[in-house]
């Protein structure tokens, strides 16, 4: 999309460029106002050709043909880009709705819980709850603000919480689920949510692969951690811009979003 809007630029200095010449050149070769010279230039351009202005000497006539054989083109190659872009960006829109009907799959089937589970164990629990208490009230600055502030957490998992042997069942069960989540095709733009997507399959591995999870030396623990921390930072940073999208265009799947906010320890879906 952005070599179109690149084009549409290069189009619409040409035309303007074209417009200018054509307007200054009737003035001068015409001996007419600016305003008869613009509009001349325009129904020139337009191809219209009310009749009611028209060149009287040879220069102007020629001007006038200068102006049909580029300004047309320009013209065209205006409409044709905005026309494309608008045309992509509608495309894009449905393809976004399409992402986000698939990320809200996730939260709802496997994120969320992720999200309880990690953020109950999470070092600064604390902190980063009170930060995520996500209300109607917020702006789009406020989730910017946010956004901002949870890339700079460190999101260090207190391994010790966990019961492995749970979440290795959990993340089992769902092993299908992830797999034809990754599988689609439409989530190969959305580049972040596959990384986290990858994040949460690398967690589910390395579990299954381990005959005795609940037995584990200290630098394999160690291990298990910072995958986790990895796949805590990715679930955090797509749950809030999800979060905001929904929003912005679902308000009353926001609704139901925040009433089972894994960062509120008070939320109930039950509305009181």
């Known amino acids: 999309m952005h070599h179109i809007r690149i084009r549409l630029r290069i189009f619409l200095a040409l035309f303007f460029a074209v417009m ?4 200054i050149g009737f003035m001068t070769i015409e001996d007419i106002s600016i ?27 020629a001007l006038a043909i200068v102006l049909i054989i580029m300004g047309v083109g320009t013209f ?5 880009n905005a026309t494309e872009l608008f045309l992509n960006k509608r495309e894009a829109r449905a393809r976004m709705q399409k992402i986000n009907m698939v990320i809200g799959t996730f939260f709802s089937e496997t994120g969320t819980r992720l999200l309880r589970l990690f953020s109950e164990c999470h070092a600064d629990t604390e902190k980063i709850q009170q930060d995520l208490v996500v209300t109607t009230a917020w702006t789009d600055r406020d989730f910017d603000t946010v956004t901002r502030k949870l ?14 042997a ?6 089992t069960d769902r092993r299908d689920f992830l797999v ?6 439409a989530l ?3 580049e972040a949510f596959t990384e986290l997507l990858r994040a949460v399959f690398h967690v589910a591995d390395e579990l299954a692969y381990r005959d005795d999870v609940t037995n584990l030396p200290p630098n394999d623990r160690a291990h298990l951690a910072n995958d986790m921390k990895r796949s805590y930072r990715l679930l955090v940073l797509q749950w809030i811009d999800y979060m905001h999208y929904l929003k912005g265009h679902y308000p009353y799947l926001f609704s139901l979003a925040m009433r089972t906010n894994p ?7 039950v509305v009181r």
Do not use: M
């Not at 749970?166 to 993340?171: G, I, V």
């Not at 960062?263 to 879906?269: G, V």
């Open 20 to 23: 200018v010449l054509g307007t």
């Open 35 to 61: 305003a008869d010279a613009f509009y001349f230039s325009i129904v020139t351009i337009s191809t219209v050709g009310y009749g009611d202005i028209h060149p009287a000497s040879q220069a102007g006539k």
């Open 76 to 80: 065209l190659g205006v409409v044709a």
């Open 151 to 164: 890339k700079t957490y460190a999101y260090t998992i207190d391994i010790e919480k966990i019961d492995l």
């Open 166 to 171: 749970d979440l290795r069942t959990f993340l």
């Open 180 to 185: 034809r989540l990754l599988e689609n095709p």
């Open 188 to 190: 190969l733009e959305h």
């Open 263 to 269: 960062f509120d320890r008070t939320a109930s879906p």
